[in-house]
């Protein structure tokens, strides 16, 4: 059968698998040896494999060349046997491969030999000129001889088939060259028509005619004279000869080799210092050239570059069996020691610790491609001048490479970015959530290892963030800039399919092209942010948007915090320059104004002024008793021929009116308030007035009548009366028509975010959107949203304290005063606390609010005094006997006292104490008329004789000044602590001289304690818009039937 034929059967019926995995062996170069051989009638193929793991394979295929009956298939990878289906032994994928590369090598051969045909001819007749003729061999014996003038090496040369024959080797060539017969021995003649050398004995005798006519002959034994320098020479032309040598009186029989030295070497790390050392027996030089060496029975003429570095050693290593190099040696030298060592011999023993050494010497290349949607890291591995690509070939050709942890970590710490190697390449083989951490973590890892090319052009390798976003700003006109944005070369359908992502708090979005986006990047975080308080449609074709100018300074805080790529930020400086430079504003005090105004209220002053004048609005919310009247007084004297509208609460109508009267007398103001006929009578001759007030309830009446009336100005006191964005006085108050409007209040936030909410729905309608959507932005507590709310309502909110402005204000010292209730009111409040808790467990607590209030609220009356609500008890109270001893005890160190209590039947409770004990007070609740508070207040301040005022909390916390009072009763806690802060600033405020005292008398054991706990929550929020910590809170509205009863607990 012939060979070629041999293929098909050999490889018939085999699986698609055992083909392509022999095939992948021999294209990843696994197959490292392969040899044929004939015995009689059947071939042997004989192959060596070494896989990645560097286990080894040595598949033997033997087959009958006329038949092609495979009669062995041995491999380490599978026991011997015969399948019976296809009739032969098995064959796997090792004997696939040594299969398919002998029959390759047998084509490539068959095409040759149609190439070689034209020689035929001539090759023919060279080898019937031979067939006739008996080839000859030439032995060499060569001989170190020892001679006084100087050693030298004697050839000798025997000629012969079988047998061979000592010659005269100059005749011997003489007579070659001539052609003339030669006698060597008896019956031995040459004759050149009877006998003939191969090509290398024919190369060697003209090399010797060479020699010959250049060296001396020994005439009488025809041996050749070799002088050491020569010795490399003479052996390089008989290197395929086994020859004799005879050296220093020892006889070898020697292979020459060109190979290198087969020399081995031990470097070890000895204490500090690195230690180079070789076997005891050395390579012995033929000469002082040391080019040609005796070693191990072989005499080595290897390559002069090989020998010139292993001289560099020789001589130390030889006298001292090692070279010690010291602890001061850098490393980077040793590793230049190894090179040469490398060029020397590939039997190095390097101790794992001198490789930990060098591990410093290397490093890595990354690059990082895509290839047909396949994400390939490529390696390159560098140490000194070697630079290499990242091979298991290249890797295990190196020794020093190939133990160095730092290269074996590589593919570890691939493997954990799940990158895998394959065939010189790592392959990315995870999922996306794999690839994203990858993308986040994984390339600044690599970074590390080594210099990773600029992937920044692979858009697989580039994990998009908000650094990637342009922003640009155009000013349209003074109420509207335009504002665009972009996100690389992404689609507006990208853009908002990150957004819905980013809403459903993804870490990142893999976009149809692969581009991967991280959605966790601050940055992009900031512009989702802005995306959605600005309420922008992102799937807008242009991505170009109109922004109301008042949230320039929203837009600014976001994007001027870093450094965005942003084009048109002048309009920014442009913005805050209008706001916030106000001591560049040629803005002046009214010269026609009766008050000098304190540095902080000058402040005020011009921030209402610029407000107006960008026409914003604001809300000024400095603590109380700071003067919010006055600078709301010097603004609308500082804005002539303009009409302004302010809206008080009913007790303090006749505070401002006063206010005016002193501070701008100047100003006509107009009062809608009292009787019908005197409220139309202003209002008929409105156009007299610069300014009309009126109340919140006499508005609720009046509205119809300003539905044809616009003012410049809408200023409302005390606002937190419209934060129920519900009330009917809320809805009258936001539809008044003005320019523009400002609210003044204390407390902004009463209960919860709404309240705020509600305040800028006047002040600026739709500025912080629809209540719906406020409330799902900013009222869930996240932190995050409560910094954005912070941003945005910034620019418009002015609250001072006054230990910030006011540094000559006497202090305020509060204490708390834990009273015991008396034996029957403790009684009495055990026993209602029981019933109420029975029947909060029968009742939804969501659905029965004011009942549950109810309850509340009639306990806190029994911690007061339980008369008030039992009828007949006589128990006596415990907080009226201390207040009253606390009274009498204040008016002999004659203190002047202001008691606040919620409750009026209490108020008349300690009135007639006090009656009882001859003091003389004053009593104020919301019964009393305007002009009658105002009365009373001048009264309590001028009257050195009364020296206590009885006043309703919520009647008397707001327009009132008694700075002659410097101590301050708090009867009972009220739920929210800013109510009770604005009833302790009527004494402690500008004007006050004394330290002001104030007490809480809190009832022991019982609800009041749980009072104080909710008031340290609702304290945060009246000073959220400062600090930005916004908090929601709904207090008994928010609280659950286990914290209500929680409440009841004793």
């Keep these: 059968m012939k060979l070629l034929d041999l293929e098909f059967k050999l490889l018939r019926g085999l699986s698609k698998i055992s083909l392509t995995r022999g095939k992948n062996i021999i294209t990843d170069n696994k197959l490292v040896r392969l040899n044929g051989k004939k015995i009689e009638d059947s071939y042997n193929i004989y192959g060596k494999i070494k896989d990645d793991k560097l286990k080894e394979y040595n598949p033997h295929l033997r087959f009958n060349l006329k038949n092609g009956k495979v009669t062995l298939a041995k491999c380490e990878c599978h026991e011997e046997k015969y399948d019976e289906d296809l009739g032969r032994m098995v ?124 060296c001396r002959l020994e005439l009488n034994t025809g041996n050749i004279k070799i002088f050491p320098q020569n010795i490399r020479r003479f052996l390089s032309f008989i290197q395929k000869k086994k020859i004799k040598f005879k050296y220093n009186y020892q006889n070898y029989l020697c292979d020459i080799k060109t190979t290198d030295l087969p020399i081995s070497f031990t470097f070890k790390k000895i204490k500090e210092d690195y230690v180079l050392s070789t076997k005891k027996v050395f390579p012995i030089p033929l000469n002082k050239k040391m080019n040609a060496f005796l070693y191990d029975r072989n005499i080595y003429i290897s390559s002069i570059k090989n020998l010139q570095s292993y001289i560099k050693f020789y001589e130390d290593l030889k006298e001292y069996g090692k070279i010690i190099f010291s602890k001061d040696t850098c490393i980077k030298d040793i590793n230049k020691v190894i090179e040469v060592l490398n060029e020397i011999s590939n039997d190095i023993n390097i101790e794992q610790d001198i490789i930990d050494d060098l591990d410093k010497l290397i490093s890595f290349k990354f690059k ?51 990158f895998f190697y394959n065939d010189g390449d790592f392959i990315f083989q995870g999922n996306d959530d794999e690839y994203y951490e990858f993308l986040k973590n994984g390339i600044n890892n690599i970074k590390k290892m080594g210099e990773v090319n600029n992937f920044k052009e692979e858009k697989a390798f580039t994990l998009f963030d908000g650094s990637f976003l342009h922003y640009n700003l155009k000013s349209n006109n003074e109420e509207h800039t335009s504002f665009m944005f972009s996100l690389s070369d992404f689609s507006s359908s990208d853009l908002n399919k990150l957004y819905i992502g980013w809403k459903e708090k993804k870490s990142y979005i893999k976009l149809n092209d692969d581009s991967f986006v991280n959605l966790e990047d601050e940055d992009m975080t900031n512009f ?216 003044l209040t204390g407390t902004p936030i009463e209960n919860n975010l709404i309240d705020l909410w509600s305040l800028f729905d006047f002040i600026m309608p739709g500025y912080l959107f629809s209540k719906d959507e406020f409330s799902k932005k900013f009222t869930n507590n996240d932190e995050k949203s409560k910094q954005e709310l912070r941003i945005m309502i910034n620019p418009y909110i002015l609250r001072r304290l006054k230990k910030d402005v006011i540094k000559e204000l006497p202090n305020k010292i509060e204490d708390r005063f834990f009273v015991e209730m008396t034996k029957n009111q403790k009684k009495m409040y055990k026993i209602y606390v029981k019933d109420i808790q029975d029947k909060l467990k029968q009742i939804d607590s969501r659905n029965n609010r004011i009942a549950i209030f109810a309850y509340l609220t009639r306990l806190r009356q029994l911690c007061l005094d339980p008369s008030i609500i039992v009828e007949d008890y006589d128990g006596g109270s415990g907080k009226i006997n201390v207040a009253k001893e606390l009274i009498k005890k204040s008016i002999k160190n004659n203190h002047k006292i202001l008691l606040f209590s919620q409750f009026t039947s209490v108020l008349h409770k300690v009135c007639d104490e006090l009656k009882g004990e001859q003091i003389s007070y004053l009593y104020l609740d919301g019964s009393t008329p305007s002009k009658e508070r105002i009365r009373l ?51 402690h405020r500008i004007g006050q001289k004394n330290v002001v005292r104030v007490i809480k008398l809190i009832t022991k054991e019982s609800i009041e304690e749980k009072i104080l706990l909710l008031q340290e929550d609702k304290k945060a929020l009246i000073e959220d818009v400062i600090t930005g910590e916004l908090k929601e809170d709904g207090l008994i509205n928010k609280l659950s039937r286990d914290e209500l009863l929680e409440l009841l607990k004793i």
């Design 528 to 743: 989702f942010k802005i995306v959605e308080n600005l309420n922008l449609d992102i799937m807008s074709e242009n991505n170009s948007y109109i922004v109301e100018n008042n949230k320039l300074y929203y837009l600014n805080e976001k994007l001027n915090s870093k450094k965005y790529n942003v084009n048109g930020v002048e309009i920014f400086k442009e913005a805050l320059n209008k706001l916030e430079n106000l001591d560049d504003e040629k803005i002046f005090i009214p010269s026609n104004l009766n008050a000098t105004l304190r540095e902080y209220q000058v402040k005020g002053y011009r921030w209402l002024k610029n407000l107006s004048k960008l026409g914003f609005g604001g809300i000024l919310t400095d603590e109380m008793g700071l003067g919010k009247t006055i600078q709301i007084i010097s603004f609308l004297l500082s804005e002539p021929n303009k009409k302004a509208f302010v809206i008080t609460p009913t007790s303090l109508i006749y505070n401002w009116d006063e206010e005016f009267k002193k501070f701008a007398p100047s100003l006509k103001v107009g009062i809608i308030h009292g009787d019908l006929k005197a409220r139309n009578k202003v209002l008929d001759d409105i156009e007299k007035y610069d300014l009309i007030i009126t109340t919140y309830g006499t508005l609720r009446n009046d509205y119809l009548k300003y539905e044809n009336i616009k003012f410049n100005y809408l200023i409302i006191d005390e606002a937190q009366n419209i934060s129920n964005p519900k009330a009917k006085v809320t809805e009258v108050v936001k539809g008044i028509k003005a320019n523009i409007r400002f609210a």
């Design 368 to 418: 990082l491609t895509n290839i047909k949607n396949h994400r390939i890291i490529k390696v390159k591995i560098i140490r000194g001048n070697l630079e290499l690509e990242y091979t298991n070939d290249n890797i295990n050709s190196n020794y020093i490479i190939k133990r160095s942890r730092k290269v074996r970590n590589i593919e570890s710490e691939m493997n954990k970015l799940r």
């Design 91 to 214: 064959i796997c994928e090792h004997l696939v491969a040594i299969i398919l590369t002998f029959f390759d090598k047998i084509k490539k051969q068959s095409n040759k030999d149609n190439i070689e045909n034209v020689k035929k001819e001539t090759v023919k007749y060279i080898l019937d000129e031979k067939s006739n003729k008996e080839l000859l061999d030439i032995d060499v014996v060569l001989n170190e001889v020892k001679d006084k003038n100087g050693d030298y090496f004697e050839a000798n040369f025997f000629i012969g088939s079988k047998i061979k024959y000592l010659v005269n080797i100059k005749e011997f060539i003489s007579n070659y060259i001539k052609k003339e017969n030669f006698y060597i021995a008896k019956g031995f003649i040459y004759s050149y028509k009877k006998y003939y050398f191969n090509e290398d004995d024919e190369e060697l005798i003209e090399f010797l005619e060479e020699y010959l006519s250049i």
């Design 937 to 987: 207040a001048h009264e309590f301040n001028n009257n050195e004789d009364i020296k206590i005022f009885l006043i309703s909390l919520k009647a008397g916390g707001t327009g009132l000044n008694l700075t002659s009072a410097d101590m301050v009763i708090h009867f009972d806690p009220w739920w929210n602590p800013a109510i009770e802060d604005q009833a302790t600033d009527r004494a």
